[in-house]
């Protein structure tokens, strides 16, 4: 099968600082991949190259078949490519409910309803919530409405940056167990995460990133095994 989203030797810089030097991984339709490495090793620089947010310098990102080399990041997630980031980026004093419809790429007002069911479906905390303003839901229900919002937006492949950062081990679960729900349900999922074990548990293939270069890579099963992944990631 043709991947749905891939890097072609892709490169990106800060200043004339490279950071990425030539990364090719893809990600097919219904997977999760996960891309770890330690603090530093470019992974947060590689999903806003995807996302479109960091110049690419060199190579490019390829979504179903066609380069985004042109395509800037605003209308990305209109192509089906949306992304949760890093620190979550909530607005904090607008309601549950707007943060969501923030989220929707489409204003018809009927599928808007049906996203925001299918939110509550999968996080039912975030209706009990949802005239709350979402400054005052704790971390972890935060991270769950940055999901859910990005899932608004209707995407075919969703690109999650360290989604389980700072919360505690229970929700940590529930969060790998709602990407494993929805992978179930046919999305795509690529996983940033510093929480290497947790991510290879869930993923199918995972990528290892080690300052700006992919120095492993394979079925996230294999990877569980892998001497060098133990001892430099797994903490085994
Ligand atoms: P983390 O988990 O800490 O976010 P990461 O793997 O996501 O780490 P990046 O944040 O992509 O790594 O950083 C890759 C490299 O780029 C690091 O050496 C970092 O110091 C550098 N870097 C990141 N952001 C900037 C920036 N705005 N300006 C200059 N250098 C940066």
């Known amino acids: 099968m043709a991947p749905l989203l891939e890097t072609r030797a892709l490169r990106s810089a800060y200043g004339r600082i490279e950071v990425l030097h ?14 770890v490495g330690a603090n530093g090793a470019g992974k947060t620089t590689l ?13 490019e990102v390829v979504f179903r078949g066609q380069s985004l080399s042109r395509v800037p990041g605003h209308r990305r997630a209109g192509l089906g490519l949306s992304q949760s ?16 419809r923030l989220g929707a790429w489409s204003t018809d007002r009927r599928r808007m309803s049906q ?43 969703l690109l999650l940056d360290e989604p389980t950062m700072g919360l505690a081990p229970a929700l940590i679960d529930e969060i790998f167990d709602v990407i494993t729900r929805l992978r179930d349900r ?3 999922v690529l996983l940033v995460e510093q929480n290497a074990f947790g991510a290879l548990s869930i993923a199918d293939r995972a990528y290892v990133l080690e300052s700006g270069h992919v120095t492993l890579a394979g079925p996230a099963a294999d990877l569980i095994q892998d001497d060098r992944m133990r001892a430099a990631y797994l903490g085994l």
């Open 115 to 157: 996203g925001m069911e299918e939110a509550f479906a999968l996080f039912p905390m975030l209706r009990e919530k949802r005239a709350l303003p979402a400054g005052s839901l704790s971390g972890g229900q935060q991270q769950m409405l940055a999901i859910a919002r990005a899932l608004m937006a209707e995407p075919v492949c």
């Open 22 to 35: 030539g990364i090719d991984l893809h990600v097919t339709e219904g997977e999760i991949v996960a891309l």
């Open 85 to 100: 980031p890093e620190g979550r980026q909530i607005f904090g004093e607008l309601s549950v409910d707007d943060n969501l």
């Open 186 to 188: 046919g999305m795509t």
């Open 47 to 59: 999903m806003r190259c995807l996302s479109g947010v960091q110049p690419v310098t060199g190579g």
